[in-house]
């Protein structure tokens, strides 16, 4: 098979393939580097590139599988992942000018299982400064360019995993989602993109931005690469006390394709305030897909979302300032403008309020179940109100007139931080302008299953996924 | 939203939400709110931090929007006397089948 012909296989057909003798690990990083080399250059989605040892490691893959030695769930399959999880001696910069340098002393655990799974670690991707903006702007590394158009963006923080898996230079990327960190790029760039529930998947040796929301997540082509993907990331860590002890199912397991008698909750009105129409038209056919599927759908009207909508504004934002703190007061300067701007506005909260937002996030999550949530299993929304804006609109930096339109971005998916509930995002559609539509999905704490279960079966049935920006 | 028209409503509660930041026409011309000096004198005074450029005045601006959605929810819910009910609360509303 041609490198570009590999590298439309997803990450669990790569695996698979791999497993069964089909393909070489060399000749799985051979086509990743193919790619990067065809394509890099208008996506700038890397950034650190380590080819040697991906080729060495790829090297030791295929004598291992030769030698019959039991190979791991994800053998073989070359990734790149955010630059802020954490491998000892390997400098992290989280996409930032303060950690250019930096070299952190231990392995996040997540790196650590998909090691253990076989997967090579071929370097590091592009992010939001920090992880801390929707869009995928960074003024330190360059901008994040969108695959399908270079004028728009990418989405963020996780910029380099949603265009890097959306170019086909990877299978799967790790990313985070703090506010929609995960899905916003996913949606953008045209892939799937998982938050897990918060508390499934340990934080150990990850870049902290907001210790009450900060989710790990993989980024990749379809719901099964995500269900295999998550099955090797959960579980309990003992470097994370916050990480659940709750036991990892077989999420692959749960992908039937059967979805009849599934009841979807459709939330009004916030999640549609000022949609546009072709987002509006795209997530009325994708639940028109579901319906045909056999779901069964209804509106309903929670009132706890005011409340949730506006705590969800406070938690993180409080968060990231108190960890930025020392920095803000010695090197404000050293940050993006957009990125000092919204730490600044961090210190102006009151620890009350704070404290408030806390408090009451498990009542609310109580309520928003059992308004929105009883008598159904999924809660279904456009993963953004509008069509994909173009990078000059959002740019903050170079005009900061455009600060509404960047904070509006992540509207739709910072309320699932704030409840802690699984959440992902599914291409659905393209905009007139050629641009990914993604489909927001969310279940109760530790659905995962059910959430990935209809995805695949949305899947099945259509083709958004398999559209390549760059064949 | 027409496709919906097939699909049956349930109303839970009526949701009244403060206008979405997106939707205001903001422009530098149009006066700062008069939160902002004493916002940024107190963030000076308590944590240190200067405000660094022009866009950190607009980040305190825009929270005349949130205080307003504030003053709206008081009254609204009662304090939990236990803070570190999430964890509880992710349990209890677990997935059935999780």
Not at chain 1, 146 to 152: G, V
Not at chain 1, 239 to 245: F, K, L, N, V
Not at chain 1, 331 to 335: E, K, L, P, V
């Given at each position: 098979m041609s490198p570009d012909g590999l590298s439309e296989l997803s990450m669990t057909e790569a695996a698979d393939a791999f497993a069964r003798g089909e393909v070489t690990a060399r000749a799985l990083v051979e086509a990743m580097l193919h790619r990067l080399g065809k394509h890099e250059a208008q996506v700038?989605?890397?950034?650190?590139?380590d080819r040697e040892e991906a080729l060495l490691a790829a090297h030791a893959a295929d004598k291992a599988r030769g030698a019959g030695k039991a190979m791991g769930k994800l053998a073989g399959v070359p990734m790149l992942h955010k630059d802020m999880y954490y491998r000892r001696d390997r400098v992290s910069t989280c996409g930032s000018r303060i950690r250019r340098d930096f070299v952190p002393p231990i392995t996040a655990t997540v790196l650590q299982r998909l090691d253990a799974a076989g997967a090579i670690d071929c370097g590091t991707l592009n992010m939001a400064e920090f992880a801390q903006?929707?869009?995928?702007?960074?003024?330190h590394f360059g901008d994040c360019m969108?695959?399908?158009?270079?004028?728009?963006c990418t989405g963020g923080s996780s910029s380099g995993s949603g265009a890097a898996v959306a170019a086909r230079f990877v299978t799967a990327a790790l990313g985070s989602d703090t506010g929609g960190s995960i899905r916003l790029p996913a949606a953008m760039c045209g892939v799937t993109g998982l938050k897990p529930?918060?508390?499934?998947?340990p934080r150990t040796g990850v870049m902290p931005l907001s210790f009450s929301a900060d989710n790990v997540g993989p980024l990749c082509r379809t719901a099964k690469d995500a269900a295999r993907f998550l099955g090797v990331i959960a579980g309990p860590c003992p470097?994370?006390?916050?990480?659940?002890?709750e036991d990892v199912p077989d999420y692959e397991a749960a992908l039937t394709g059967d979805i009849r008698g599934l009841r979807i909750a459709i939330v009004e009105p916030w999640f549609f305030d000022d949609i546009e129409e072709p987002v509006g038209k795209a997530f009325e056919a994708a639940v028109i897909m579901l319906q045909r599927l056999g779901a069964r759908v209804e509106i309903v009207n929670p009132g706890s979302l005011k409340a949730i909508a506006v705590y969800s504004a406070l938690v993180s934002r409080v968060e990231g300032a108190t960890i930025h703190a020392r920095w803000m007061r010695e090197?404000?300067?050293?940050?993006a403008t957009h990125l000092s701007a919204r730490l600044y506005g961090?210190?102006?909260?009151p620890a009350t309020l704070y404290l408030e937002a806390l408090s009451r996030r498990g009542p609310l999550l109580r309520l928003f179940c059992e308004e929105a949530m009883t008598g159904f299993d999924l809660v279904a929304t456009?993963?953004?109100?509008?069509?994909?804006?173009t990078r000059a609109e959002t740019d903050v930096d170079a005009n900061p007139e455009n600060w509404d339109r960047l904070m509006a971005l992540s509207a739709n998916t910072r309320p699932f931080n704030y409840l802690g509930l699984p959440t992902i995002s599914i291409p659905a559609g393209f905009d007139d302008r050629g641009l990914p539509i993604g489909l927001q999905l969310a279940a109760r704490p530790f659905g995962e299953a059910r959430l990935l279960r209809v995805a695949d079966a949305f899947q099945r049935e259509t083709d958004w996924h398999k559209r390549n920006p760059l064949p | 939203m027409g496709a919906f028209c097939m699909i049956h409503r349930r109303r839970v509660g009526r949701t009244r939400h403060p206008?979405?930041?997106?939707q205001r026409n903001r422009s530098m011309q149009m006066a700062e709110p008069k939160l902002v000096l004493p916002t940024m004198d107190a963030i000076r005074t308590w944590?240190?931090?200067?405000?660094?450029?022009?866009a950190g005045r607009l980040a305190l601006a825009d929270f005349e929007v949130l205080i307003a959605a504030l003053e709206q929810l008081r009254g609204d819910l009662t304090l939990e006397?236990?803070?570190?009910d999430f964890e509880a609360a992710l349990q209890a509303c677990k997935d059935p089948n999780a």
């Open positions: 700038n989605s890397v950034i650190r590139l903006n929707p869009s995928g702007h960074n003024a969108n695959p399908w158009n270079a004028a728009y529930t918060q508390t499934r998947v470097g994370d006390p916050t990480s659940a002890r090197r404000a300067g050293d940050y961090g210190y102006a909260i456009p993963s953004l109100r509008s069509r994909v804006p | 206008t979405p930041v997106s944590q240190g931090v200067s405000v660094p450029n022009p006397e236990e803070p570190a």
